[in-house]
């Protein structure tokens, strides 16, 4: 009985460890870091490991301050989870949460910033649902993260903790988050709207 609840007590003290060892992290480059800038850095990055088969059990950690420039919709497929995490933030500017915000290239679809078919996760981002225009706060886009509906009708999850979601118009008949699967459930702790017309 000893022996049994011994290796009961080892199981549980190292699941959680050996869940975390599985896990991928992968620090993505923001916009200033990468050579010649870098818009699409985060686009690129998630996409390499839906095309591996591996989101699920990826991290990506951006960076602290960090400017990162989507170049087109992230999308999110069915029965996988995307999640986006930045170090907690202190009291100075170089240790703010990272920015997501939108190109101002033309011919870009900004209808949704995230189209979540899957799971979403993210802690410690900003949202600025704006371009990168450097004269100024940027353009106002009509974006949304979307928590969508997938094929299989599965409950959607979306987890937010200390987000900020900054200058959302109205679009989509929503603004900075909808839903339009049938089965969601969201979870927004220590979150920010700012700047929103929702």
Request: charged share 15%; aromatic share 12%.
């Amino acid at each position: 009985m000893k022996k049994c609840a011994w290796v009961l007590f080892l199981v549980a003290v190292f699941s959680p460890a050996l869940l975390l060892a599985q896990m991928d992290t992968v620090d993505v480059p923001d916009f200033f870091t990468t050579p010649g800038g870098g818009e699409g850095t985060l686009n690129a990055a998630v996409q390499a490991k839906i095309n591996a088969g591996t989101l699920s059990n990826t991290v990506f950690r951006l960076k602290p301050y960090g400017y990162y420039v989507l170049s087109a919709t992230i999308v999110v497929p069915a029965g996988k989870k995307l999640t986006l995490i930045a170090p907690d933030p202190g009291s100075t500017q170089e240790t703010s949460p990272p920015m997501i915000c939108w190109t101002p290239s033309s011919g870009v679809t900004t209808t949704f910033n995230f189209d979540c078919y899957g799971d979403v996760y993210m802690k410690n981002i900003w949202i600025l649902y704006a371009t990168t225009n450097m004269e100024g706060l940027g353009t106002q886009v009509g974006s949304a993260l979307e928590i969508d509906q997938d094929t299989t009708d599965n409950l959607n999850i979306g987890v937010f903790e200390n987000v900020i979601f900054d200058y959302a118009p109205i679009s989509n008949s929503g603004g900075a988050v909808t839903v339009s699967a049938a089965h969601a459930r969201l979870k927004f702790t220590n979150c920010y709207w700012r700047n929103n017309t929702d």
